[in-house]
Nanobody, 121 residues
Framework: QVHVVESGGGLVQPGGSLRLSCTAS????????MAWYRQAPGKQREQVAL???????EYGDFAKGRFTISRDAAKKTIYLQMNSLKPEDTAVYYC???????????????WGQGTQVTVSA
């Protein structure tokens, strides 16, 4: 089995910063890419940022210039540095991994449990 586990959520004031982490573990052969998604109450889940095995990145329009995704390949960990946070960034942030598992060398889509980010004064 393969898991991804998020950490780092919490309450922050508008204009503040927060860093999320996500670590993959289990019977991993390789990781094609990992990403952050978020879902606010009453809204659809949306992609925040993605980073692939070559460290190429993609960002949602709302994240460009404020959020930075990075990775530590050796630790199988990705990070999301969020700056200039706004109340509309309040959501549950989910980690996602497109991971090749050892047993069958097939790609498995793995979601974390999510971590709450609340931006409020």
């Amino acid at each position: 089995q393969v898991h991804v586990v998020e950490s780092g959520g919490g309450l922050v004031q508008p204009g503040g910063s927060l860093r999320l982490s996500c670590t993959a573990s289990g019977d991993i052969y390789s990781i094609n890419y990992m990403a952050w998604y978020r879902q606010a109450p009453g809204k659809q889940r949306e992609q925040v940022a993605l980073i692939n095995h070559n460290s190429m990145t993609e960002y949602g329009d709302f994240a460009k210039g404020r959020f930075t995704i990075s990775r530590d390949a050796a630790k199988k960990t990705i990070y999301l540095q969020m700056n200039s946070l706004k109340p509309e960034d309040t959501a549950v942030y989910y980690c996602f991994g497109a991971i090749i598992i050892n047993t069958h060398y097939t790609e498995e889509d793995v979601w974390g449990q999510g971590t709450q980010v609340t931006v409020s004064a």
